[in-house]
């Protein structure tokens, strides 16, 4: 995304970068990224730093020109899915044990290592 300011609307910046500001946070698909308050520059409008740095995007100025190039995320705080991959482990009597067989119910995993 090319910025003339760093202050878009917001309407400018959830069509460009397909990320939408609500409530909870700034969303996109089925991951959202909690926002702290001053996200929101004014109203209608976004706080392209603050954004840019909690949502991972790159942002890079071109001062002699008076703009700003908003790249995508790169990964960090966001998450692009909460599902396990498929993953088989020894149970306690080294039988083969798929996690998967757990699907629907909360799981607490502990490793320990003795090094």
Not at 25 to 30: H, I, N, S, Y
Not at 59 to 82: C, H, M, N, T
Request: include cysteine.
């Amino acid at each position: 995304m090319i910025l003339d300011r760093l202050d878009p609307g917001q309407d400018d910046f959830e069509r460009e970068t397909g990320w939408a500001l609500k409530p909870e946070g700034a969303c996109k698909a089925d991951r959202c990224v909690p926002l702290p308050a001053d996200a929101r520059a004014a109203p209608g409008r976004v706080a392209v730093r603050v954004l840019a740095e909690r949502l991972g995007m790159a942002l890079v100025e071109d001062a002699a020109r008076g703009r700003w190039a908003l790249g995508p995320e790169s990964g960090g705080r966001a998450l692009a899915s909460a599902e396990l991959p498929p993953i088989t482990l020894p149970d306690r009597h080294s039988r083969p044990f798929s996690l998967d067989s757990l699907r629907g119910t909360k799981v607490f995993m502990c490793a320990w290592a003795s090094w």
